[in-house]
């Protein structure tokens, strides 16, 4: 996983990626997530996270 984030980064100023995951590594690379819910039958509820980095 880690060599795909690497790969990810080296273009992710010139271009916008999709990812279906879960693994908590990748997600935690992203600048933005988002969620899909689904509250009720048939009706789906897009749910965005916009992530700040951390400076320490």
Known sequence: MERIIKLLKKFENNTQFIIVTHNK????????????????????????????KIRI
């Open 25 to 52: 590594k990748t997600m935690a690379s992203c600048q933005a997530l988002y969620g899909v819910t689904r509250e009720e039958e048939g009706v789906s509820r897009l749910i965005p996270v916009r992530l700040e």
